[in-house]
């Protein structure tokens, strides 16, 4: 499968199966609305909704653009993103790994911003590195905490634990804060970092 329309409506349909089959009524959105493709309620009380942005790659890719859009904060604590990544054959089943948006902004900061400032590499290389920001990549190696975590969606984002890996903590203490979080960081990162 080429077509990145029809790979993200393959990842799209496969959340909306996974989330259907939990026991949430679900709703693809229409084109254009920020930060969701999918809107979900429990069919049971007390009814919670959740907004999901799906994100998918194909078999033998395992990274997923995070634009800047995508690092936007989030505007309500029911937020999440599913990345997808496709089996290798159209009938293997996907990966999925369940992230809270504001997981996924600070994720995609600290893995861009030590891409281009690590301290490891030469200097010739890091003169290189001008890819901005909106180019920003996760692999499925930074979100393994995350596969299979559709039990977080029942809860408010900012009751999620941060899953990122252990170097991330580390890395996050020297690259900082995401800009949009300068004014008001969420309550997770300064325990976190």
Sequence with gaps: MNDTK??????????CSVLAAQGWAVALTRDGLAHSDILAVQSQPPRLMIEVQVKTASHGTSTWRVNRKAQEEALSPREWFVFVLLGERPWDAPRGFVVPRDHVAAAA????????TDPEVSEETLKKRNTPIDQARLHD???LGYQDRWDLLCEPTSNAPVLLPPHFRTLAGRVG??????LNPPEWWESWV
């Excluded at 029809?6 to 959340?15: D, F, N, Q, R, T």
């Excluded at 804060?177 to 300068?182: A, F, S, V």
């Design 6 to 15: 029809l790979i993200g409506s393959a990842g799209e349909h496969w959340v």
């Design 109 to 116: 900061h600290i893995a861009w911003t030590n891409w281009r």
């Design 141 to 143: 190696y930074d979100l």
């Design 177 to 182: 804060l995401p800009d949009q979080w300068k």
